[in-house]
């Protein structure tokens, strides 16, 4: 099959590229889209036979359940058993945006979007371009990250195509992403709603609109958390797993660049080929093989929208050892240092002070 790469304005896509797309939709195929998140690989939600292509070409195990994207708040209604008070609230303030909800389903779910759960994970995305399609499609759309299990999500078109070229029928190219971590997903079955992955909408937003809210022990991926208390299978997956061995060094700013020299100096030693996850503020204090700039530190989504695509880089270019930084894990900061301790397989280094 060859992939069939459409270029849109991201802002004010082309409808007769999104009719091609959303055609192909509604025919049971395949079509990778930009959202504000990141770029996500869509399927026709009530088209089983569908779905279960979307975890063929993306190598995805059968227990990991799908995200249904929508573009009518009327089709909650439709796909969930029973919409919450607090459900109300968070559509009102967060919809459309990076806020996926987690309801009990209904019958018009194909088991094979929720991997057998009898819950169903849902969100209304605010790019122009997944908007658009969704709307042209007419049907829901079940879309996990556009990437391979196990690589990091895409952020461009570049990354869609690396891993899913000749798999999937049409990748809309809407150019660079918005916030480059993927969206919250809030569980609004238990009682208060539980985080079970953050995202660009924060804890604290929240906790603004619905007063209490849990955070799952993985949501903070501080250690591994058991499999058998893994609430979204997607949580015991090393995720966004690079080739390179990773390490986070997490405390106060003059330790972690310390301690990462450090680490640095011996890998070196060794003869290993060393990168550093830097940002703007410290790139210039390290001594390795490749030091990258992720993003500036005084404003962690900036970390956000350049982590997978630095994580992406340090594959193609070989390196056998990389140290990242930690940032604080409070707002989008707790998404990115998520995203990085499950990067690293939970290998954290923390340092209490300058040493
Ligand atoms: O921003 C995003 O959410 C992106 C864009 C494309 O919308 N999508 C995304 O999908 O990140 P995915 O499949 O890579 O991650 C979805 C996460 C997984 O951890 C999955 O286990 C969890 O949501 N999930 C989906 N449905 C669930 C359900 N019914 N119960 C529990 N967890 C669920
Ligand atoms: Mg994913």
């Known amino acids: 099959m060859e992939t069939l ?30 959202t504000e998140t990141v770029y996500g690989l869509g399927a026709n939600a009530l088209d089983e036979k569908a779905v279960l ?15 249904v994207h929508v573009v009518n708040r009327d089709d909650v209604y439709v796909l969930a058993e029973h919409v919450p008070e607090v459900a109300e609230r968070l559509i009102d303030k967060f919809w459309p945006g990076p806020l996926t909800l987690l309801f009990l389903k209904s019958e018009a779910v194909p088991n094979a979007v929720t991997a057998g759960l009898g819950t169903v994970a849902i969100r209304m ?13 007419g049907v829901p759309v079940a879309a996990p990250s556009a990437n391979l299990a196990g690589r990091p999500s895409p952020t461009s078109a570049e990354h869609v195509l690396d891993d899913l070229s000749g798999r999937i029928e049409v990748l809309i190219d809407g150019g660079e992403i918005g916030y480059g971590v993927e969206s919250t997903v809030l569980d609004l079955t238990t009682e208060p709603p539980t985080v079970l992955r953050p995202g660009p909408v924060t804890i604290e937003e929240l906790k603004e609109v619905i007063g209490g809210v849990e955070v799952h022990p993985a949501a903070r991926a501080e250690v591994p958390v058991e ?19 990773v390490v986070v060094v997490e405390g106060p700013l003059e330790g972690v660049i310390a301690k990462i020299q450090e680490l640095v100096d011996a890998r070196r030693e060794r ?12 790139a210039l204090r390290y001594r390795a093989d490749i030091v990258k700039v992720v993003g500036s530190r005084r404003d962690p989504r900036t970390v956000a929208k350049n982590l997978f695509r630095v994580l992406r880089e340090f594959d193609a270019e070989g390196v056998d050892f990389a140290a990242a930084e ?6 989008i900061g707790l998404a ?12 954290i280094v923390r340092v209490e002070q300058a040493n």
């Open 336 to 347: 990115v240092m998520n995203r990085l301790r499950k990067a690293a397989g939970h290998n």
């Open 227 to 245: 499999v058998a208390i893994a609430r979204s299978p997607g949580m015991k997956y090393r995720h966004y797993a690079p080739v390179a061995e």
């Open 5 to 34: 790469a459409l270029k849109v304005d991201p802002k004010r896509p082309e409808l007769d590229k999104i009719r091609i797309a959303a055609g192909v939709l509604r025919n049971g195929g395949l079509v990778a889209f930009p």
């Open 326 to 331: 930690g940032l604080e894990p409070v707002g």
């Open 53 to 67: 292509r979307i975890f063929e070409a993306k190598n995805r195990p059968a227990d990991n359940p799908i995200i």
């Open 125 to 137: 995305p605010s790019h122009a371009v997944a908007r658009a399609l969704i709307a042209e499609a």
């Open 271 to 282: 003869g290993e080929r060393v990168g550093v996850m830097a940002t703007e503020e410290t």
